[in-house]
């Protein structure tokens, strides 16, 4: 077993996660989660609070047939810039927010 850690930082519904791997982080209320993992992967989670039932829906890692070293992160088929942007603005609001703090 390898050595694994962890440790998060809550702003309301943003959740900033550091991890050995890197830097996430997710937002979302109670029910419904959508999360931007280290490695780059999108995760989405629909729950019944209280209820231990819930849905994880996971983007799907796909390898370039023209460089087998690069790893693009798809989403149904399609290459999300703007989803990437909107994540990007996100945890630059978020880093200002908590150096404010």
């Known amino acids: ?18 991890s050995k791997s890197g830097m996430g982080f997710s937002f979302g209320v109670p029910g419904m989660r959508f999360t931007k993992l280290a490695n780059g992967r999108k995760r989405k989670t629909f729950s019944i609070p209280g209820t231990g039932i819930s849905y994880v829906s996971d983007s799907k890692m796909q ?10 992160v798809q989403e149904n088929g399609k290459n999300s810039t703007l989803l990437r942007k909107v994540w990007g603005i ?7 927010v908590a150096a404010l703090l």
Do not use: T, W, Y
């Not at 077993?1 to 550091?18: A, E, T, W």
């Not at 390898?63 to 693009?72: E, G, Y």
């Not at 996100?90 to 200002?96: A, C, F, K, S, T």
């Open 90 to 96: 996100g945890l630059l609001i978020v880093l200002i």
């Open 63 to 72: 390898r370039s047939a023209a460089n087998d070293d690069k790893v693009s």
């Open 1 to 18: 077993m390898g050595l694994r850690f962890r440790k998060s930082f809550n702003f309301g519904p943003l959740r900033l996660n550091l």
